[in-house]
Protein backbone atom coordinates (compact mmCIF):
# COMPACT_ATOMS: atom_id res chain seq x y z
CA UNK A 1 0.00 0.00 0.00
CA UNK A 2 1.48 3.62 -1.14
CA UNK A 3 -0.32 4.94 1.27
CA UNK A 4 -3.37 8.26 0.18
CA UNK A 5 -3.76 8.74 -2.73
CA UNK A 6 -5.41 12.00 -4.49
CA UNK A 7 -6.34 13.02 -8.01
CA UNK A 8 -5.76 14.91 -9.55
CA UNK A 9 -2.99 16.63 -7.94
CA UNK A 10 -3.86 19.79 -9.78
CA UNK A 11 -7.13 21.33 -11.25
CA UNK A 12 -7.61 24.90 -12.70
CA UNK A 13 -11.55 25.18 -13.55
CA UNK A 14 -13.47 28.50 -14.56
CA UNK A 15 -15.76 30.03 -11.94
CA UNK A 16 -19.12 28.00 -12.54
CA UNK A 17 -17.87 24.93 -13.41
CA UNK A 18 -18.34 22.00 -11.30
CA UNK A 19 -14.98 19.82 -10.18
CA UNK A 20 -14.56 16.77 -8.50
CA UNK A 21 -12.09 15.14 -6.80
CA UNK A 22 -11.34 11.42 -5.47
CA UNK A 23 -9.26 9.73 -2.53
CA UNK A 24 -8.38 6.40 -2.25
CA UNK A 25 -7.18 5.92 1.37
CA UNK A 26 -5.49 3.24 2.90
CA UNK A 27 -6.85 0.10 2.21
CA UNK A 28 -7.86 -1.14 5.99
CA UNK A 29 -8.48 2.37 7.27
CA UNK A 30 -12.26 2.60 7.77
CA UNK A 31 -12.14 6.32 8.22
CA UNK A 32 -11.79 9.11 5.70
CA UNK A 33 -11.85 12.60 6.15
CA UNK A 34 -11.32 15.72 3.75
CA UNK A 35 -9.73 18.80 4.98
CA UNK A 36 -9.97 22.51 3.27
CA UNK A 37 -6.43 24.45 3.13
CA UNK A 38 -5.95 27.83 1.93
CA UNK A 39 -2.65 29.56 1.96
CA UNK A 40 -1.03 30.61 4.65
CA UNK A 41 -3.54 28.66 6.86
CA UNK A 42 -3.53 24.94 8.69
CA UNK A 43 -5.72 22.84 7.57
CA UNK A 44 -9.64 23.46 7.90
CA UNK A 45 -11.93 20.16 8.51
CA UNK A 46 -14.98 19.87 6.15
CA UNK A 47 -15.91 16.42 6.53
CA UNK A 48 -15.51 12.54 8.01
CA UNK A 49 -16.70 9.07 6.86
CA UNK A 50 -16.87 6.46 8.78
CA UNK A 51 -16.92 3.24 6.09
CA UNK A 52 -19.61 4.71 3.65
CA UNK A 53 -21.67 6.97 6.52
CA UNK A 54 -21.00 10.12 6.43
CA UNK A 55 -20.84 10.85 9.94
CA UNK A 56 -19.67 14.95 10.28
CA UNK A 57 -19.67 17.90 8.31
CA UNK A 58 -18.59 21.24 8.81
CA UNK A 59 -20.57 24.18 8.49
CA UNK A 60 -17.64 25.46 5.69
CA UNK A 61 -19.45 22.28 4.27
CA UNK A 62 -21.94 24.65 2.19
CA UNK A 63 -24.90 23.27 -0.21
CA UNK A 64 -22.10 23.41 -2.95
CA UNK A 65 -20.02 20.72 -2.21
CA UNK A 66 -21.00 17.24 -1.45
CA UNK A 67 -18.67 14.15 -0.56
CA UNK A 68 -19.52 10.46 -1.06
CA UNK A 69 -17.85 7.03 -0.18
CA UNK A 70 -20.34 4.92 -1.67
CA UNK A 71 -18.37 1.21 -0.68
CA UNK A 72 -16.70 2.33 1.82
CA UNK A 73 -13.48 2.87 0.26
CA UNK A 74 -12.53 5.65 -2.21
CA UNK A 75 -13.75 9.11 -1.52
CA UNK A 76 -15.32 11.57 -4.03
CA UNK A 77 -15.59 15.62 -3.31
CA UNK A 78 -17.47 17.36 -5.76
CA UNK A 79 -17.86 21.23 -5.54
CA UNK A 80 -20.65 22.76 -8.36
CA UNK A 81 -21.02 26.29 -9.49
CA UNK A 82 -16.95 26.86 -8.17
CA UNK A 83 -16.28 30.37 -7.02
CA UNK A 84 -13.08 32.00 -6.77
CA UNK A 85 -12.98 31.48 -2.76
CA UNK A 86 -13.17 27.88 -3.75
CA UNK A 87 -9.46 27.48 -4.59
CA UNK A 88 -7.15 25.95 -1.89
CA UNK A 89 -5.81 22.89 -1.59
CA UNK A 90 -8.30 19.62 -0.47
CA UNK A 91 -6.19 16.99 1.32
CA UNK A 92 -7.93 13.89 2.22
CA UNK A 93 -6.98 11.69 5.15
CA UNK A 94 -7.29 8.17 6.49
CA UNK A 95 -7.03 6.61 9.72
CA UNK A 96 -7.92 3.17 11.14
CA UNK A 97 -10.36 3.08 14.58
CA UNK A 98 -8.30 2.94 17.80
CA UNK A 99 -5.10 3.89 15.70
CA UNK A 100 -4.66 7.76 15.88
CA UNK A 101 -2.56 7.93 18.82
CA UNK A 102 -0.04 5.93 17.38
CA UNK A 103 -0.15 6.67 13.68
CA UNK A 104 -2.13 9.86 13.51
CA UNK A 105 -4.20 10.70 10.17
CA UNK A 106 -2.60 9.44 7.10
CA UNK A 107 -2.74 12.45 4.67
CA UNK A 108 -2.57 12.62 0.60
CA UNK A 109 -0.50 15.40 -0.93
CA UNK A 110 -3.76 16.66 -1.77
CA UNK A 111 -5.49 18.46 -4.84
CA UNK A 112 -5.14 22.35 -5.38
CA UNK A 113 -7.64 24.02 -7.15
CA UNK A 114 -7.52 26.90 -8.53
CA UNK A 115 -10.78 28.81 -9.62
CA UNK A 116 -10.33 31.45 -12.36
CA UNK B 1 -11.76 31.87 19.78
CA UNK B 2 -8.32 30.12 18.59
CA UNK B 3 -8.64 26.85 19.40
CA UNK B 4 -4.60 26.34 19.14
CA UNK B 5 -2.21 29.06 18.67
CA UNK B 6 1.07 29.33 17.36
CA UNK B 7 2.69 32.39 17.62
CA UNK B 8 5.84 32.01 15.90
CA UNK B 9 5.13 32.03 11.40
CA UNK B 10 8.93 32.08 11.55
CA UNK B 11 11.77 30.42 12.68
CA UNK B 12 15.76 29.91 11.53
CA UNK B 13 17.64 27.23 13.63
CA UNK B 14 21.39 26.16 12.09
CA UNK B 15 21.78 22.94 11.41
CA UNK B 16 22.77 20.77 14.29
CA UNK B 17 21.50 22.93 16.33
CA UNK B 18 17.85 22.38 18.66
CA UNK B 19 14.42 24.51 17.75
CA UNK B 20 11.28 25.09 19.92
CA UNK B 21 8.55 25.77 17.84
CA UNK B 22 5.71 26.65 20.41
CA UNK B 23 1.73 25.65 20.74
CA UNK B 24 -0.85 26.81 23.16
CA UNK B 25 -4.25 25.25 22.69
CA UNK B 26 -7.66 25.89 24.51
CA UNK B 27 -10.38 23.51 25.29
CA UNK B 28 -12.47 22.55 28.17
CA UNK B 29 -12.53 19.22 27.35
CA UNK B 30 -10.72 16.93 29.90
CA UNK B 31 -9.78 14.19 27.10
CA UNK B 32 -8.52 15.54 23.83
CA UNK B 33 -5.42 14.63 22.11
CA UNK B 34 -2.46 17.05 20.85
CA UNK B 35 -0.40 16.15 17.25
CA UNK B 36 2.20 17.73 15.76
CA UNK B 37 2.22 17.40 11.51
CA UNK B 38 4.96 18.63 9.32
CA UNK B 39 4.53 19.78 6.10
CA UNK B 40 6.90 20.27 3.47
CA UNK B 41 6.83 22.23 -0.34
CA UNK B 42 5.36 19.02 -1.74
CA UNK B 43 2.53 19.38 0.19
CA UNK B 44 1.58 16.15 2.43
CA UNK B 45 1.28 16.35 5.96
CA UNK B 46 3.62 14.04 8.04
CA UNK B 47 2.48 12.66 11.40
CA UNK B 48 5.08 13.48 13.85
CA UNK B 49 4.36 12.85 17.63
CA UNK B 50 1.31 12.29 19.61
CA UNK B 51 0.41 13.40 23.54
CA UNK B 52 -2.53 12.54 24.64
CA UNK B 53 -4.05 14.80 28.10
CA UNK B 54 -3.63 11.84 30.32
CA UNK B 55 -0.06 11.18 29.54
CA UNK B 56 1.91 11.24 32.53
CA UNK B 57 5.14 11.50 30.47
CA UNK B 58 6.47 14.11 27.55
CA UNK B 59 6.21 11.95 24.14
CA UNK B 60 9.13 11.33 22.00
CA UNK B 61 9.61 10.21 18.73
CA UNK B 62 13.36 10.22 17.65
CA UNK B 63 14.28 13.66 17.06
CA UNK B 64 11.13 15.18 17.73
CA UNK B 65 10.05 15.79 21.54
CA UNK B 66 7.06 16.91 22.91
CA UNK B 67 7.00 18.92 26.25
CA UNK B 68 3.66 19.05 27.40
CA UNK B 69 2.67 21.71 29.83
CA UNK B 70 -0.91 20.88 30.83
CA UNK B 71 -1.73 23.78 33.36
CA UNK B 72 -0.24 25.92 30.65
CA UNK B 73 -1.90 24.14 28.26
CA UNK B 74 1.14 24.15 25.86
CA UNK B 75 2.32 21.27 23.90
CA UNK B 76 5.91 22.95 21.90
CA UNK B 77 7.57 20.79 19.73
CA UNK B 78 11.47 20.30 20.28
CA UNK B 79 13.39 19.33 17.40
CA UNK B 80 17.08 18.34 18.68
CA UNK B 81 19.95 18.13 16.02
CA UNK B 82 18.43 19.90 13.27
CA UNK B 83 19.11 18.65 9.61
CA UNK B 84 18.26 20.62 6.38
CA UNK B 85 15.13 18.12 5.60
CA UNK B 86 13.45 19.82 8.78
CA UNK B 87 12.70 22.61 6.43
CA UNK B 88 8.71 22.87 6.58
CA UNK B 89 6.10 23.79 7.80
CA UNK B 90 4.47 22.60 11.32
CA UNK B 91 1.29 22.12 12.28
CA UNK B 92 0.27 21.56 15.74
CA UNK B 93 -3.54 20.20 16.33
CA UNK B 94 -5.77 18.87 18.77
CA UNK B 95 -8.44 16.10 18.65
CA UNK B 96 -11.14 16.59 21.27
CA UNK B 97 -13.14 13.61 22.60
CA UNK B 98 -16.49 15.25 23.31
CA UNK B 99 -16.73 17.22 19.96
CA UNK B 100 -16.36 14.69 17.20
CA UNK B 101 -13.94 13.07 15.34
CA UNK B 102 -11.71 16.00 13.48
CA UNK B 103 -8.57 17.98 14.29
CA UNK B 104 -8.02 21.56 14.95
CA UNK B 105 -5.40 22.96 13.48
CA UNK B 106 -3.02 26.01 14.29
CA UNK B 107 -1.94 28.37 11.67
CA UNK B 108 1.50 26.24 11.60
CA UNK B 109 5.22 27.79 11.78
CA UNK B 110 8.01 28.17 8.93
CA UNK B 111 11.04 26.33 10.11
CA UNK B 112 13.81 27.14 8.12
CA UNK B 113 17.23 25.52 8.85
CA UNK B 114 20.42 26.69 7.40
CA UNK B 115 23.43 25.42 6.70
Known amino acids: DTGVSQDPRHKITKRGQNVTFRCDPI?????LYWYRQTLGQGPEFLTY????????KSRLLSDRFSAERPKGSFSTLEIQRTEQGDSAMYLC??????????????FGSGTRLTVV | AQKITQTQPGMFVQEKEAVTLDCTYD???????LFWYKQPSSGEMIFLIY??????QNATEGRYSLNFQKARKSANLVISASQLGDSAMYFC????????????FGPGTRLSVLP
Open chain 1, 49 to 56: FQNEAQLE
Open chain 1, 93 to 106: ASSQQGQISRYGYT
Open chain 2, 27 to 33: TSDPSYG
Open chain 2, 93 to 104: AMRESNYGQNFV
Open chain 1, 27 to 31: SEHNR
Open chain 2, 51 to 56: QGSYDQ
